[in-house]
């Protein structure tokens, strides 16, 4: 491709190569299919690669000798967007297949269609625009802003069906006409679940994970906490056989020892002792996306003491039973006494909790929980004590759907609270911004007529974040009314 010809693109240009040259495959990928696929993650390099959906995507179309799936990351900064595999501007590829996992993701969706003056709406855009698709984890549960803007949305799990209609393209004389084939297709086969579970297509050192190779052992969730969309959304809870992880491990050890486990409950994973052992024996450094702490083993916490981590994490979610009862999340204080001590026993002193505040009857008394939880993580021994405390966001799909998330007043009061009474006792606390976690509540909320007026609105306004929040402030006023 001709190279940059200013400075902002050769900006661009250089900062994509990076990335690129940074990047280590483990598989070989074909791009040289006919149909130019752009498979788009809305969020930046980091967070993209650090994303086992995207990884397997890029896989998956690729497989298809018809198919040429490049891919691209967002950042705000970008006016060329260059694709990580041959640096070609996004504006040659007439298919944009929008990888969404994020709630506030979808505001760079925005941004990026702003750029190219791409029409927000399905309905107002023309057939010179190119072919919107979404997928990933935000669409699996109903979303009316992802049904404006995509011309298709593609729910659940890739299956090799869609990827023929995507094959077809070449034979149809519009994109209209792709779009009714993959509405019908949606339409006689539902939401696919798929058995066929993800692992890193390559390694890079500019991730989260830093040159960690990550393998999806388990998919969907046995659990069902009522603020979680996994365990009501994703489909039963499947899993691959031990074998197939150790294969795996195996066939990266020359290029990395490091591995990392993903589910969303890694300790219901039923074999995973036999995972651990084999890692202790042969020298894999093993870490994990998620631990339930009613089902913390020693076993667990020896594996992650040998990877040199120091510290490990725990999910409470409520500083009270009456508050994890509300959740239905299983757990007792006994079972988080338990877990605290053995981490002690095996010589752990720094611990990560999570916490979530601003649910149902909540009280003072269960804010005081969460500071009582703290502080005995600081009786037991624990040098470093980190809470991260979130604000309760009512998702769709869920048993909490119907609830009204707590107004800016209440959680800001709420919030100030718990940071004085933690910072008393010398416990540090992290807290997501109120701000945005409202904004990740109204994009999940808004019915059909709201998400197309918000889009109207969007079209010709810059700050689109004080735009939603305005629209919460209007509803809670109305709703107080």
Request: proline fraction near 3%; charged fraction near 30%; aromatic fraction near 12%.
């Amino acid at each position: 491709m001709r190279r940059p010809r200013n400075v902002d693109s050769w900006y661009e240009y250089e900062k994509v190569k990076s990335f690129s040259d940074s990047e280590v495959f483990l598989k070989n990928i074909d791009i040289s299919g006919q149909i130019k696929v752009a498979l788009i993650y809305p969020n930046d390099y980091k967070v993209a690669s650090s994303s086992l959906s995207f990884h397997k995507v890029f896989e998956k179309l690729n497989e298809s000798k018809k198919i040429s799936c490049e891919r691209f990351f967002f950042d705000k900064k970008f006016k060329k967007n260059y694709s990580i595999d041959s640096l070609t501007p996004l504006d040659q590829f007439n298919i944009w297949s929008f990888s969404v996992n994020f709630e506030l993701d979808l505001l760079n969706v925005i941004s990026l269609l702003k750029t190219y003056k791409i029409p927000l709406g399905k309905r107002n855009r023309k057939s010179y625009h190119p072919l919107i698709l979404f997928g990933g984890a935000l669409t699996y549960f109903s979303n009316s802003i992802t049904d404006q803007i995509a011309d298709f949305v593609y729910h659940g799990d890739l299956s090799d069906e869609f990827v023929k209609i995507i094959e077809d393209l070449n034979k149809k004389r519009s994109k209209d006409e792709l779009i009714v084939d993959l509405k019908d297709f949606f339409r006689s086969k539902g939401i696919n679940y798929s058995c066929s579970l993800s692992s890193s297509v390559y390694l890079t050192d500019k991730t989260i994970f830093n040159n960690r190779f990550l393998i999806e052992i388990s998919r969907g969730c046995v659990r069902k906490c009522k603020f979680c969309t996994v365990g009501f959304n994703f489909g039963k809870f499947r899993f691959i056989r031990p074998e197939l992880i150790i294969d795996k491990m195996n066939s990266v050890k020359e290029y990395t020892r490091k591995i990392g486990l993903i589910s969303a409950t890694v300790t219901d994973y039923p074999y995973l002792d036999r995972i651990i052992d084999y890692a202790l024996d042969n020298d894999f450094d093993l870490s994990f996306s998620s631990l339930r702490l009613d089902s913390l083993t020693k076993n667990i916490l020896k594996i992650l003491k040998k990877s040199d981590q120091n510290q490990f994490t725990i999910a409470p979610e409520g500083g009270s039973q009456k508050i994890r009862n509300i959740y239905s999340k299983g757990i007792s204080h006994e079972q988080i006494l338990r877990a605290l001590n053995m981490g002690r026993e095996l010589n752990f002193d720094s611990i990560k909790l999570y916490f979530i505040y601003g649910s149902p009857e909540e009280e003072k008394t269960d804010l005081d929980g969460i500071v009582d939880i703290g502080n005995i993580c600081l009786n037991l021994g624990y040098k470093k004590v980190i809470l991260s405390i979130n604000p309760l966001i009512p998702k769709p799909d869920t048993p909490f759907e119907n609830y009204e998330m707590e107004d800016v007043k209440a959680l800001r009061n709420k919030e100030r609270y718990l940071k004085n009474e933690l910072k008393r006792i010398g416990v540090k606390a992290s807290f997501e911004s109120i701000k945005s976690s409202i904004i990740q509540y109204i994009l999940t909320s808004m019915k059909d007529k709201q998400a197309e007026k918000f889009l109207e609105t969007a079209e010709n306004v810059e700050n689109i974040s004080g735009n939603l929040l305005e629209i919460f402030k209007n509803n809670s006023e109305k709703g107080a009314g």
